[in-house]
Structures are given as C-alpha cells and as structure tokens.
C-alpha cells in the first residue's frame, strides 16, 4: 500500500488526536493576533481557508504568496494553502518593494497575504496578483476565521494530493543577482521535517518558541513536526534576546531553532541579567538547534556553561528543505568537559538518516536524499547545474573528521550575515550602479555578532573625487540602502587602486578575502 505523502498530514493527526489542546500561542498585542488557539481550532481554520480559496478561484496549483513575519496567521496557511493543493510562497518580509515585486513576478503568484506593517511592499504588485489581503484581523477575518455552518457545509474542492506536487516555492539569494525559486514537494518537506523531529526528538510535551522566520524554508519544518506530535507552538515576531528569556520562564520554552545571531543575542541577555542578579532560565531544559554557519567553539561553550542549554548544529539548505547533516552530542561526549564537547559540536555534523552525503574531487559536498528539492522554479538551466549525475552540488567545501562533515568554504558567492543568503553579485550590482564606482568586489568578513558581514572592495573611477566632494564610505552605503534591503548592504567600504584577476581577467576573491581570514582553518563564520 502506497498512501501519498502531503504536509497537512501533520496537522490531521493534530487536530483529531489533540483537538483541545494549545496549539499555538501568537504573539499578543499586534493587528491580526489570534492569541491562544487549539489544535482542533487550527486545522478547522485550515480546512475553511482552502474552502474560502475555492470560492475565490485560487485554483490547485496556483501560488499564494505570503509576506508576514512569525505569526499564527503564517502557521494556519502553511496547511491550509499547501495542504489543500495550492502552492505556498513565504517571502522575506526584509526584502524592498521591487525585491518582493520581482518574487511575486516571477513565481505567478495570484494573492498576497500581506502583514499590515509591510502592506507597503505589495502596493504595486504584479499583473498576475489578483487579491491582495491585509492580514490584520479585518480584512482577512473572513479567510482565516473557524468554519461556520455554512463554510462547513461544503467540503474543500478535491485533490488528488500527489506527494511529488510542489508544496511550497521558496526564494533563495544564489550566485545569480536574482533570488531563484526553490520547489520543495510535499515529499521534500514530509521527510525532511519527520527525520528533522526524530534527530531532535521532539514530543507532545514540548513548547517550541517560533525564533527562527517561518520564511526561512518554511521553519526548517519544524510546524510540520510539531504539529504531526501535538507540540506547543509560541510565536515570537521579533527576535530580542531579553524578550526570549522572558517566554522561555512565561511558556516554559524546551526547544528553539536559529542562527548564530539568535545565541549572540541570547547569551548577551543572559550576561545582563546575571550582572543585574537575575536568574537566566531554562538551565537544564532547552535545546537549540543552530544552522546558517557554526559559531566558534568557544560561543557553543558559553550557551552550555552560561545558560545550561543542549546545543544541536544542523547543515543544509534550502534546496533540501533543509536537512541534511546534524550533529548532536551523543553517548560519547557524555565524560567531556563542556569546552571539549564544543569543539566535537562545531562540526556541521554526520548524515541525517534517509541522506547520502559526499565530497568530491574538487572538495564539494554533494548529496541526495528524499529532502532534495524538485528543481528551480522556471530555471532549468540552474536546475541542471545544480544536480548533476544524480547528486545535489551544494556549493560548500568541506572536508571529512571521521562520519562527520567540516564545513571549510563557500564556494558559491554567497554570504550568510546573522542567518540570512546575501548574493554577493547582487551587492555588487547595486555597488556598480553608482556613478563613481569603476570596480567593486562584494566579499564576507568575519563578524563576532553575526558571523559574516559585507564588505565591499571599491574602486574609483578616475576624476570622481572632486577636491569639494569626494566619495566616501558612507556614500557607497547610503547608496547601497536606498536600492535593496538593509541587511543586504556593505557595512563597510574599502578603497583600492586594482582588484586581483587572472591573465584572462577573472576576478581573484580568494586573494581578496585572505588577509581578512588569515589564521582561521574555515573560510566560513
């Protein structure tokens, strides 16, 4: 017996083995909050929302674009949009106006579900945008409010729930200056988010705090798993490090996800309280799973010596959604010193059970697995590129320490700041763009806050430093800001006379980025 494989699974099994307990406690005080709502609750905004849907036209296979940070708004149509046979496209509420519009654009999105603190950003959509809706409480009560007896009385429009039907179009910053849509099916995310949940052993009895943007590869599909085994779920729309520690003791918090930022954030707060003679809470009880780049050694050392937290490095993609390696202390590290057992933790971590890893001749890692994605939303080309001979090339160098996965250098030019894909050709676009700028390389620099950060190389075009004006560093920035999301931009400018490039004129960045990570055994931070 074959039965196929769709994410709304996990909420089924919710809403009819918990139906009376919490499911999800939205962050409170902000337009469109639901507050506090039941499993049973959910899956019946769910199975409403797909019904409402219907009514609109959105037909199976039509793309649903959501801009909107954590919310329970966000949770209920990841089921109820991906669920009942339409395609989900969480956006990056970070990005600008025509960042999103190009999104929109390009994956043929036919609604908007729009935060009302970024309506901003969708006033000019696309031609193939057909209903925007603010998700404020208002003009959404309709879509995500309960069934009725008259929603109830009509079942969702059929359909036939293939597992290899694209869930969910997520847009990722690659080594082209446009982001490229991944297509993660429901097979993709179904065994990802299982084998995710077995690796962290999540349960009924956990409370997960929503740290990481649901955006980012649908949570890494931890609503999935959570949900498939009736955990608490705790939205929390802004990350603030004193903010986490206050729902980790209000919500009795065991379990979280994020980037390195979010443990520099965390054991900041944590320092402050100690100094002001409060308690950090949650020693003992907490586990937090760290993906994006791995934090030195010493910084994993602290979140267990400081805050008495489990740490857990997961590596993967989003392109396999995300799961592929996880390194979690076992059995062996239990006689270690908490320093030694961060050195062992800094690795990204052995194959996730279900993938197959491997390093090539070239020292890329390469995988497959069921987590793998479909393939680039309208980009053959890229998809090709991307998988070849029946291996996933992830762009990573890495080298093997026993079963586990060291993760040495980024290959593609992409930089990961504070937990987020910077294309570093993307900045250079924007870089070239103005006036002055003749040659511009974008690199990652080590950052102790947000692991990487930007920084451009420039060079001058001649004549373009007038004795009244000359350019400056934060000319080049403040350009930069005004033409793409913030978290995007050079934080620091350089100035030069010539770049590094090959006989044939390739650009050098490895010589480029050496002075500023010599010392250092990875060329990732």
């Not at 970070?94 to 603190?117: C, F, K, N, T």
């Not at 504070?418 to 870089?431: C, R, Y």
């Not at 103005?434 to 990652?444: D, M, Q």
Request: a negative charge; glycine letters at 8%.
């Amino acid at each position: 017996m074959r039965v196929p494989m769709n994410v709304r699974d996990f909420l089924d099994r919710a809403g009819f083995v918990y139906p009376d307990r919490e499911a999800v406690a939205d962050e409170p005080g902000v337009a469109g909050s639901l507050g506090r709502i039941t499993y049973g609750d959910m899956a019946s905004r769910a199975r409403a929302m797909a019904v409402r849907l219907d009514r609109l036209d959105v037909e199976h296979g039509q793309r649903v674009a959501i801009v909107s940070p954590n919310s329970a708004r966000f949770l209920i149509a990841m089921f109820g949009v991906s669920g009942y046979g339409r395609i989900l496209v969480p956006v990056n509420f970070r990005l600008q106006a025509d960042e999103v519009r190009y999104i929109l654009e390009h994956s043929g999105a036919v609604m908007v579900l729009v935060d009302p603190e970024y309506a901003h950003l969708v006033e000019q959509p696309p031609a193939c945008v057909e209903h925007v809706v603010v998700l404020d409480g208002i003009a959404d009560a309709e879509l995500f409010s309960p069934e009725t007896p008259s929603a109830s009385a009509s079942e969702p429009r059929a359909w036939d729930g293939d597992e290899d039907h694209t869930a969910s179009v997520n847009y990722t910053s690659g080594t082209t200056s446009r982001p490229k849509g991944v297509q993660l099916t429901h097979r993709n995310l179904w065994m990802s988010s299982a084998m995710f949940g077995w690796h962290t052993t999540v349960t009924d009895r956990d409370v997960y705090l929503h740290t990481l943007p649901m955006f980012h590869c649908n949570g890494w599909g931890m609503p999935y798993a959570l949900a498939g085994m009736g955990a608490r779920q705790v939205v929390l729309r802004k990350v603030d490090g004193e903010d986490v520690l206050r729902r980790v003791e209000a919500e009795g918090v065991t379990f979280m996800c994020g980037a390195p930022t979010v443990v520099a954030m965390v054991l900041d707060a944590a320092a402050a309280r100690v100094a002001r003679g409060d308690t950090v809470p949650g020693r003992g009880t907490i586990r937090i799973v760290v993906a994006g780049a791995p934090p030195p050694s010493s910084v994993i050392e602290r979140v267990e010596r400081e805050l008495g937290w489990e740490f857990i490095q997961l590596y993967g993609l989003t392109e396999t959604a995300p799961l592929l390696t996880i390194n979690r202390a076992g059995l062996e590290h239990d006689g270690l010193t908490p320093a030694e057992r961060a050195t062992k933790l800094v690795r990204a971590g052995a194959p996730a059970i279900g993938v197959q890893i491997g390093i090539d001749d070239e020292g890329e890692i390469v995988a497959r697995a069921n987590h793998v994605f479909a393939g680039y939303w309208n980009q053959p080309d890229e998809t090709a590129a991307a998988q070849r001979d029946g291996w996933f090339h992830t762009g990573d160098g890495a080298r093997w320490d026993g079963p586990y996965v060291v993760v040495t250098d980024r290959k593609k030019d992409v930089i990961i700041s504070g937990g987020e894909n910077v294309s570093s050709i993307e900045v250079e676009d924007v870089v070239y763009q103005h006036p002055a700028v003749a040659e511009v390389a974008v690199i990652g620099v080590p950052h102790e806050r947000w692991g990487e950060t930007i920084k451009a190389i420039v060079v001058l075009r001649p004549g373009s430093e007038p004795n009244a004006q000359p350019v400056t560093e934060a000319d080049i920035i403040e350009h930069c800001r005004t033409h793409m999301a913030h978290f995007k931009c050079p934080t620091t400018v350089e100035f030069v006379d010539g770049l590094p490039r090959t006989a044939t004129g390739k650009l050098q960045k490895f010589k480029i980025r050496a002075p500023y990570w010599e010392g250092r055994d990875r060329l990732v931070n």
